[in-house]
């Protein structure tokens, strides 16, 4: 079974702070790909990043960060020195080339205080 | 490039009534998705379309339906509107592959009455 786990659904940091997002997937695929999405309260999802199963690179870009581990099947995300504006609802998801749709974490809120 | 557009972004609607809502991928995108999100169960994977034709379908009743026209542009549809249809419809295109991303628009959020 294909399944994505956000265990953290709230989580509230005064700005500045670091915080880490965690996301874990099984799948029995052996090429797939993950993704983090952000709901503003807006509600468009807006796409972050796209990894690859064949592809474990670790990717920065500005304050965002990505730690792929296929080892512990986790895809987490870290903003370092957060703001105001990141707070939104951030979705992990994973497809398979067997499957086209899309399976969602449940979502983590994150809340940045000024 | 004009990102994906969804109409209308709010309706009201009655139970037993029926509504339609229109999605126009980004261009050349040729794969349309569509999903339900709701407080309860979260995003919910509804159906695909890719050339006209619905490549996977999610586990929703018959009540949902939806269609593709040669411009890619899809249109779903939910026949004898139910409470718990109130969602937000998010539809999502991209060019077609398994790997490509998902694209998404701001979703149109139903309220059934």
């Given at each position: 079974a294909q399944k994505v786990t956000q265990a953290q659904t709230e989580i509230s940091v005064v700005e500045k702070e670091d915080v880490t997002l965690d996301c874990v997937y099984e799948t029995r695929d052996t090429t797939y790909y993950l993704f983090w999405y952000k709901q503003p309260p807006s509600g468009e999802l807006v796409f972050l990043i796209r990894r690859n199963s064949f592809d474990e690179q670790n990717e920065i870009s500005g304050r965002y960060s990505w730690n792929f581990q296929k080892s512990t099947s986790s895809f987490n995300f870290t903003i370092t020195a957060?703001?105001?504006?990141?707070?939104a609802v951030y979705f992990c998801a994973l497809s398979m080339d067997s499957n086209y749709q899309l399976i969602w974490g449940a979502g983590t809120k994150l809340i940045i205080k000024p | 490039k004009a990102g994906v557009t969804q109409t209308p972004r709010y309706l009201i609607k009655t139970r037993g009534q029926q509504v339609t809502l229109s999605c126009s991928p980004i261009s050349g995108h040729r794969s349309v998705s569509w999903y339900q999100q709701t407080p309860g169960q979260g995003l919910q994977f509804l159906f695909e379309y890719f050339s006209e034709t619905q490549r996977n379908k999610g586990?929703?009743?018959?009540r949902f339906s939806g269609r593709q026209f040669s411009n890619s542009r899809s249109e779903m549809n939910v026949s004898?509107?139910?409470?718990?249809?109130?969602a937000l419809y998010l539809c999502a295109s991209r060019p077609?592959?398994?790997?490509d991303t998902q694209y998404f628009g701001p979703g149109t959020r139903l309220t059934v009455l």
């Open positions: 957060s703001q105001v504006v990141d707070s | 586990n929703f009743p018959g004898t509107l139910e409470l718990g249809d109130s077609g592959t398994v790997e």
